[in-house]
């Protein structure tokens, strides 16, 4: 005891070199690779994003075409794959399904991977981001019973989502307002530096284990309610709320501490003046939901009377607590006919190209294997009873 520095949380340890993404959480600044989040949500796309977070420049238009290509080429599910999602309950937990999912693509490419080359890994890459869509779409069929619906190569990445989903085998219908909004959450939500999922990515991978093993570990951890799962923990919470009348003694359960209920949706462990991420969401959610003519649904309307009421008291403005991205990436989900259960799936569908980013970057250099120590408080050494 005493040789090590004891941060619980790290919440001051850096653990490691990055040149992808900054974050200053008091000024609220995210930036990849150096651009603004709010220029490219209004100027770019996800896939274009994608590239840059693991390119670190722009693309060309010819270098947009091929990665978008080489995406699309790679967005087909193995069969084996398929089944092994047709395998489990019909009420097993989506997130679960794509946990053991994205775990299996290790299995089917293993054999042929080579991590220590670039050309490799640029293909694990189109796989991952080809696929991750699919699986999002197979665990929501799955779901609901109904057949899956192949990747049309015809549509653009987040039109083909909503199609894989919500379409039947031929449909290619998707509205325009919809898919933009879709493209929005997998942009906003497509690196977070060394958040607890990154972090895990990274520390897993760091044992040289296989890429899509790695991101599974990243999977599990997104999946909890003080990470990714707060999405769908928003939803929770405005059910249980259930009328507007009853906010106010949720707001004051909330502010006592001998209350362990929390607002789901608001804080962040680094923005502590506003999320650069929620405030292009709102904008988007405000879109979808006068799009849907949903501006009256009896759920939004806790979910807005609530964001007023966060935003104006002074507990939560003492606090620094503010809507974060996850409570209207949930709102626009469920106007959008996402079930919640659904909502941490699509974090990690969005997810995906930055953990392997991270990925990438540390095993593209020489890297040591992520091993902590601890402060010991256990017994003392003593003897076994004889
Ligand atoms: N509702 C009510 N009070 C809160 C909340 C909340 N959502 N969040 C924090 N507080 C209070 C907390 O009780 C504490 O009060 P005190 O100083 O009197 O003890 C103070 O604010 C600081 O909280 P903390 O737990 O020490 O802060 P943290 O940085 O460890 O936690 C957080 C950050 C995001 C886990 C937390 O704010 C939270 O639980 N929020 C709700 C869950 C949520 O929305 N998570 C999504 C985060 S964004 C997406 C992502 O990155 O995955």
């Known amino acids: 005891n005493g040789y090590f520095t004891y941060d619980p949380g790290f919440m001051s340890t850096a653990s490691c070199e990055s040149q992808i993404t900054f974050i200053d959480g008091g000024k609220g600044v995210l930036l990849h690779r150096g651009y603004p989040i709010d220029q490219l949500a209004e100027h770019s796309d996800y896939l274009e994003t994608c590239y840059l977070l ?44 794509l946990c053991s999912a994205v775990a299996a693509l290790a299995a089917v490419y293993h054999e042929e991977t080579d991590i220590t080359k670039e050309e490799d890994r640029d293909t694990t890459a189109f796989r991952l981001i080809g696929q991750m869509p699919t ?30 989903t919500f379409g039947k085998a031929g449909d290619s219908k998707v509205n325009p307002v919809l898919a933009k909004a879709m493209d929005r959450i997998f942009l906003l939500h497509a690196d977070h530096e060394q958040n607890a999922s990154t972090s895990t990515v990274r520390l897993s991978g760091s044992s040289g284990t296989n890429p899509f093993a790695a991101i599974a570990a990243g999977v599990s951890t997104l999946w909890g309610p003080a990470h990714g799962g707060a999405n769908e923990a928003v939803l929770s919470m405005l059910e249980e709320i259930g009328s507007v009348d009853n ?13 362990p209920f929390r607002l789901m949706g608001f804080g962040h462990r680094v923005y502590k003046n506003f999320d650069p991420r929620a405030k292009v969401m709102k904008q ?56 919640s259960e659904m909502f941490t799936v699509i ?37 076994y009873p004889a």
């Open 247 to 259: 906010i106010d003694t949720y707001v004051d359960k909330a502010k006592d501490k001998a209350d």
């Open 54 to 97: 693991l390119k670190g420049e722009l693309p060309n238009a010819d270098q947009k075409k091929a990665f978008v290509d080489a995406v699309k080429n790679h967005s087909a599910v193995a069969p084996s794959v398929a089944n092994l999602i047709q395998t489990f309950p019909k009420d097993a937990h989506p997130m679960a399904v």
């Open 135 to 164: 699986l999002a779409a197979m665990t929501y069929k799955h779901l609901k019973g109904e057949d899956f619906v192949d990747s049309n190569a015809a549509l653009e990445y987040a039109e083909n989502y909503l199609n894989m």
């Open 347 to 383: 974090f990690a569908t969005g997810r995906a190209v930055g953990w392997y980013a991270h990925w990438d970057e540390m095993v593209s250099k020489p890297y040591k294997i992520g091993r902590p120590r601890q402060l010991y408080t256990g017994y003392t050494q003593r003897d």
């Open 284 to 339: 988007t959610c405000d879109e979808v939901l006068a799009e849907l003519g949903l501006e009256n649904d009896p759920l939004l309307a806790i979910a807005k009377k609530l964001e007023k009421i966060a935003l104006e008291d002074e507990y939560f403005i003492k606090k620094k607590l503010y809507p974060n991205v996850d409570f209207y990436s949930g709102i626009i989900m469920k106007a959008i006919g996402i079930p």
